[in-house]
T-cell receptor, first 114, second 113 residues
């Protein structure tokens, strides 16, 4: 119930290509879905987040697509750059719950090669 | 700088020992969360404090304990350390009690030898 399943575990993309990372959840109480970006030696940093009342959210080259009926959401990185090489984590929580922390996927290591 | 301060950055200790990891949350944040990150398990939630009180517990071993002090800084105590406890330990803070708006520190890398 509390799991968030993330795939793929690792991803290699050519510079300028599209990187796509997928996540799935089962707990229908989840209603806040953030993505975090982590560079080596640093803590995860919030990249972009979505709530299920919209199907897509875009911020610059980063887009979250959300499919409520399938209980899936994905991160698309357009025009991927070497500087995007990092580990990406999806997460979920019931946003209005006072005592439920974020549940994270296991992460995707993205390498963007020139 | 995220505003969340974790010390020390690195820690090497022997099996059976006890260590204390420290976290100072971002100014104004009342919630502190501790996560363990290992290579194959991703970010595992350990424990949450809100304004000095324990609010949620995750997969935290009985050998581990934590507390949040009146000045809102938090400490994670790990005792009877085992090789398998080697990991990155992250602290995050947020204003609210729920899972919204986390800010992570840079972590403490613990190596048990």
């Amino acid at each position: 119930q509390q799991q968030v399943k993330q795939s793929p575990q690792s991803l290699i993309v050519q510079k300028g290509g599209i990187s796509i990372i997928n996540c799935a959840y089962e707990n229908t109480a989840f209603d806040y879905f953030p993505w975090y970006q982590q560079f080596p030696g640093k803590g995860p940093a919030l990249l972009i987040a979505i709530r299920p009342d919209v199907s897509e959210k875009k911020e610059g080259r980063f887009t979250i697509s959300f499919n409520k009926s399938a209980k899936q959401f994905s991160l698309h990185i357009m025009d991927s750059q070497p500087g995007d090489s990092a580990t990406y984590f999806c997460a979920a929580s019931p946003r209005n719950s006072g005592n439920t922390p974020l549940v994270f996927g296991k992460g995707t290591r993205l390498s963007v090669i020139a | 700088d995220s505003g969340v301060t974790q010390t020390p950055k690195h820690l090497i200790t022997a099996t059976g020992q006890r260590v204390t990891l420290r976290c100072s949350p971002r100014s104004g944040d009342l919630s502190v969360y501790w996560y363990q990150q290992s290579l194959d398990q991703g970010l595992q939630f350990l424990i949450q404090y809100y304004n000095g009180e324990e609010r949620a517990k995750g997969n935290i071993l009985e050998r581990f304990s934590a507390q949040q002090f009146p000045d809102l800084h938090s400490e994670l105590n790990l005792s009877s350390l085992e090789l398998g406890d080697s990991a990155l330990y992250f602290c995050a803070s947020s204003v609210a009690r729920g899972g919204y708006g986390y800010t992570f520190g840079s972590g403490t890398r613990l190596t048990v030898v």
